[in-house]
């Protein structure tokens, strides 16, 4: 019998298409995963991948493999979750899934509340921007701010919220309308509702500065480097920072709760969804 960790790791390997990406998802060192690949080649006596100097290419048993290996690997996360579905307790790890913002700002601060309730409950709290895979059980529970359309997830809406124009105040005070500068994100959030608010508002001014990370416009919406489009749960607590008047009409994201078929009944889980619809209220 193949040893099913090194196919564990052979098959993030195919699926991420580089040793660092699935050493990354597998929470672990590259060095580990090329192991675990040699491993399972020594084992079935195949050459699985062509080793190249910056890169790991399939090979057409590789391939082969990974397609027959991807089916036992659900197989295998399903009995995972049957597993822990089946557990009547209350306690054990629960991992969540949320964009960083959601994460720091309102489910860590209220950690305590919950552990107070379900001491018995271990949480993982992942912030990342990118949509972790319930099925794999990346994660048991997810925010995302919009509906999944994957097999076999369900989804609930538990709140939204607005975004806000945010500046320095001294900035606000002493710039001229038609002199604001602004910071947007980079161009992988074109398409979002909150980008294209904010170039709206813009206009013909320019966008100074781009980055993907709240923090980092935040940063420099305090350093008085422009206007921000933030989040009102980030920019209305932030005495650094102030809302600027617009006439456009808010816009706001929808959050939904997402959690895996196989575990909605499970006992803690259902005890941490039901914690984090709170923090969203």
């Known amino acids: ?5 090194d196919l564990h790791h052979f098959l993030a390997l ?43 290419v399939l090979t057409e048993d590789g391939k082969r493999i990974a397609a027959i290996g991807a089916q036992m690997e659900e197989i295998a996360f399903a009995v995972e979750r049957a597993a822990r579905a089946a557990k009547p307790e209350l306690d054990g790890e629960i991992s969540i899934s949320a964009p960083p913002s959601l994460a720091n700002i309102l489910i860590a601060p209220k950690l305590m509340q919950l552990r107070e309730q379900y001491p018995g409950i271990l949480i ?39 975004f806000g124009l945010y500046g320095a105040p001294s900035y606000l005070k002493e710039t001229p309308p038609y002199a604001f500068a602004f910071i947007a994100y980079d161009a992988s959030m074109d398409d979002t509702p909150q980008q294209q608010w904010l170039t709206d508002i813009a206009g013909t001014r320019q966008i100074v500065l781009r980055t993907n990370d709240l923090e980092n416009q935040a940063a420099a919406a305090r350093a008085g480097v422009g206007l921000a489009a933030l989040p009102r749960f980030l920019g209305d607590r932030d005495r650094q920072l102030e809302r600027c008047n617009t006439d456009r009409k808010p816009v706001s994201r929808e959050v939904w709760l ?6 909605r009944r499970a006992p803690a889980v259902r005890a941490v969804a039901g914690f984090l619809e709170g923090c969203l209220r």
């Open 14 to 56: 195919a699926r991420e298409g580089s040793l660092s990406a699935a050493a990354r998802g597998l929470g672990v060192d590259h060095v580990t995963v090329a192991r675990r690949v040699a491993a399972l080649e020594a084992s079935i006596s195949l050459k699985l991948v062509d080793r190249r100097p910056r890169s790991y």
């Open 1 to 5: 019998m193949l040893d099913w960790s």
């Open 124 to 162: 993982k709290l992942i912030g990342e921007k990118r949509t972790a895979s319930l099925s794999r059980r990346e994660a048991d529970l997810a925010l995302r701010l919009s509906r999944p359309t994957q097999a076999g997830l369900i989804a609930r809406k538990i709140g939204h919220f607005e």
């Open 258 to 263: 997402i959690v895996h078929n196989d575990l």
